[in-house]
Structure formats: C-alpha cells, structure tokens
C-alpha cells in the first residue's frame, strides 16, 4: 500500500489500459459502459477475494494485469498474472493460488463494497462461540496444499470479509457480527468493543448533518437480535434505517469491523493501513451528503487509500489534483483515461458538471433547445419577417425562464461577498490611519 499503477488488458471495455493512481483517493468517473465498475472488480479480485464475475466483463482471451505497489516491506514491488476471477469450480490449479496469496501477502488488506447494498432484515438467534468468524472458506480443495502461512492468510482475509465478495451485500453477516461484539463487550467486560460500534455511529453522523444517529443497544425484535439506533424519528432497527442512511452505515461498518477482525485490533482501527474499493459511493445519498462523504472517510481513515466510481459533481467537487480518473469512449470504441492536473476546489456543480461530466448544459431539456434554436436564429446575417418574429418571442421566453436561474442569486451573493471583503479593507484602512493620528 499504496497502490501506483496498474494496467489490464482484455476486460469489460478495455482492450488495454493503464491507470496511475493517487495515494489517497481515486474516483473513477465516465459515461456508463465506459469500465468503472470493471476496475474496481478486477482491483477487487486481486486485492480482496475472486469474484463471481459478470459474464459481460469475461472475454474470450484470459484477462491480464500488472500492478505496482508499495510491498509489505515499504519496497516497491511489480507483480503480473491473470485476473483471479472465480469462474468456475475448475478454474484454481496450486499454481494460480500460490501466485495470487503470494501477492496478498505484499498488499494491504483491502475492502470491497459492492453499489447493490441491501438490507436482509436478518434477525440473529444469538451470539456466536466466535465473534472473530475466521472461518477456512471451501472454494478450492488446493488450498490444502499451501503453506500454513498462505493458507492462515486466506482465512484471515475470507473470514473478516463480510458475506460474498461480490456485486450485491446484505447485512446479515454484519448483524451477526454486531451482535457478537456487543456480547463480548458484556461478557469481557470490554467496553472498547461497544466504543467501536459507536465509533461507526459517530462518523456517519458527520455525513447526515442534521440527522444524528447514536448506537442503542442489541435488542430482542420479532424473535430475534438486531442493532438498534437512536435517531430523530426514534429507535429504529438497522433495517428500518432510510436507504440512503442505512447505505452509510453499512459502508463504515464493514471498513471498521473488517479491519478490526483481520488485524485483530479493536483499538486504532481507523489509523490501520489498507484499501477500500466502493463501487457508486453516491448510491441513495442527497446531495448534501454526497459532498460531505469523501471528506469524512478522508478524516476518519487517514491511512486508508480510497478507489471508487461515480456519477456526482459533489462527490467530486473538493478534490485534488490527479484525484479524478477520467474515462472516456474514443470514436473508434476504445476506452482511455486520464487525469484531472489541477484542484476542483471552489468549483460549482455546474462547473463540474460541464468540465469532468460533460454535461453541457444543466437546465431542463426543454428550456435548452429553446436557448440552441434561439442561437442558431441569432447567427442568421438577414432575418425574415417570420424568423424576426420568432426571434422575439424566443427571447421572451428564454428571459422569463432564466431570470429566476439560481445562478443569477449566486452571482449577486458573490457579488456581495467582494463587496463585504472591500468595505472590511476600507474599515481597516480607517482604523489604522486613525490609530496613526492617535499615536
């Protein structure tokens, strides 16, 4: 960790690619079936656990990778191989697993939330014998054949996953785990291990201003456990959490109840090394919580680098240079990409929308083909009676429709800023030469 590069070829889109990545964060932005979601699944197989692949990313050519990193060692290390993609029961040989824990070993541990994340209105019977869920998983009889160190790696890193690795979770291994810490707390007597669901709590209340959210307790509910949490509209069940609220908190449990099982430290969670992949991290968000979300899991997890995909102007807006990986289908059909080279801060959701979304015009479709066809008139050199006519009611109603524009309120509001800054220097320039008389 962290990640520098990588290239890939053969793909979803990508006959071949090469992405450079920032240490922090890296937001992968494009039109659909430009390969967002691609990448995130193959920095996800090689980094978490094989996925079941979409078979619209398989091609009939194995896929190929390169990634250089910063290994184990702070070295930096080049490895290269075939995607890990779990395709099959026949498709693992001891060779394909050693070379793939081998690479798991140099990288961080990483997550991978998926865009579908469900509830499953799960209901636990009770606390586990082991809240740790290590569990050896069965996807190939060769891992009988690795190294105790290789085959410990595995199972660390399956059984502090959370469910399958995948394109859909649920949340009734997270439950499950929630119970069992909440338990442990009690029977230990560890009240870390209830700071820790709180912590969860905290840190998505920073997100949904105005929405605070507070960790309850475990509770007995329709013949069974869950998670309950204290929120302006009452006590409410993790599943009866709103979409967007309920999407927020997932995410962050599994960042902190994923990193605390796999290093087995409940302590410094949020200081921990690693990687967190989130396919569309603006999925049922507003949008004053999709600008704050980036910045919060920036704060809360400084050493954790961050991959993900979306469609939003405010989950961009505030980023650095080289933090935005723009992708883009040439005219003959081949994806590239490149990167932002300077800060998006200070930048308005118009001015992203147009610049990195390429989104021209941001007003409704109708009022935009009376401001083209209103354009194309104007450039006419020798109007006719009919075209003059039509000029001036286009004009009409272009004005009446953009004289509210909201934009027009956030010129004047800066308008008042620059007015306010030069009546403070005034101000200053009067004390200070009366301050000079005084003296």
């Known amino acids: 960790m962290p990640i520098f590069n990588l290239e890939l070829s053969n793909s979803g889109p990508f006959d071949h690619i090469k992405f450079d990545f920032d240490r922090q964060v890296n937001v992968f932005v494009g039109p659909n079936n430009s390969g967002k979601s691609t990448v995130l699944s193959v920095l996800g197989d090689i980094a978490v656990f094989p996925f079941f692949f979409p078979t619209k990313y398989l091609r009939t050519q194995p896929s190929k990778f390169k990634v250089k990193f910063r290994g184990s060692r702070g070295r930096p290390k080049t490895v290269s191989g075939e995607v890990p993609i779990r395709k099959s029961t026949d498709y693992w040989t001891t060779a394909r697993l050693k070379h793939w824990v081998a690479v798991l070993h140099e990288l961080e541990y990483a997550v991978f939330v998926p865009a579908l994340r469900e509830s499953s209105n799960y209901r636990s019977p009770g606390p586990t014998s082991s ?17 105790n160190a290789d085959r410990d790696e595995l199972i660390a890193r399956r059984g502090a996953s959370f ?9 009734k ?5 929630l119970v069992d810490l909440d338990y442990r707390a009690y029977r230990e007597d560890k009240p870390l291990l209830r700071e820790l669901i709180d912590k969860v709590a905290t840190i998505a209340s920073e997100i949904t201003d105005g929405y605070s959210i507070k960790f309850d307790a475990i509770r007995d509910d329709d013949g069974g456990l869950v998670p309950k949490f204290l929120t302006p509209d009452g006590v409410m069940s993790l599943g009866s959490l709103s979409q967007g609220t309920y999407s927020i908190l997932h995410t962050i449990f599994q960042i902190i109840l994923s990193f605390a099982r ?23 968000l507003h949008p004053s919580w999709q600008r704050r979300f980036l910045p919060a899991m920036i704060k809360s997890f400084p050493n954790i680098q961050i991959f993900c995909s979306t469609h939003s102007p405010l989950i961009l807006s505030g980023l650095a240079a080289g933090q935005i990986q723009l992708l883009k289908r040439e005219p003959g059909g081949e994806v590239s990409v490149s990167r932002t080279e300077y800060d998006i801060r200070g930048w308005s959701a118009d001015e992203v929308l147009h610049s990195l979304l390429n989104v021209l015009s941001s007003t409704d479709l109708e009022t935009d083909e009376l401001v083209g066809r209103l354009d194309n008139l104007e450039r006419i050199r020798n109007p006719s009676e009919e075209i003059k006519n039509e000029l001036t009611q286009l004009r ?3 004005a009446e429709r ?18 306010v800054t030069e009546d403070a220097k005034v101000s200053f320039k009067e004390r200070d030469s009366e301050k000079g008389r005084d003296e």
Do not use: M, W
Not at 131 to 147: C, I, N, V, W, Y
Not at 163 to 171: F, P
């Open 131 to 147: 809240a740790e869920g290590r569990k050896e998983d069965s996807f190939t009889p060769f891992a009988l054949t690795l190294s």
């Open 163 to 171: 469910g399958e690795s995948g394109y859909r979770a649920d949340d």
């Open 173 to 177: 291994d997270l439950i499950q785990c």
């Open 262 to 284: 796999y290093y087995g430290n409940y302590e410094d969670v949020a200081e921990l090394p690693g990687i967190l992949l989130i396919d569309e991290i603006d999925a049922h």
């Open 396 to 398: 009409r109603q272009v």
């Open 402 to 419: 953009l004289i509210n524009d909201p934009t027009a309120a956030q010129l004047k509001r800066f308008a008042d800023t620059l007015r």
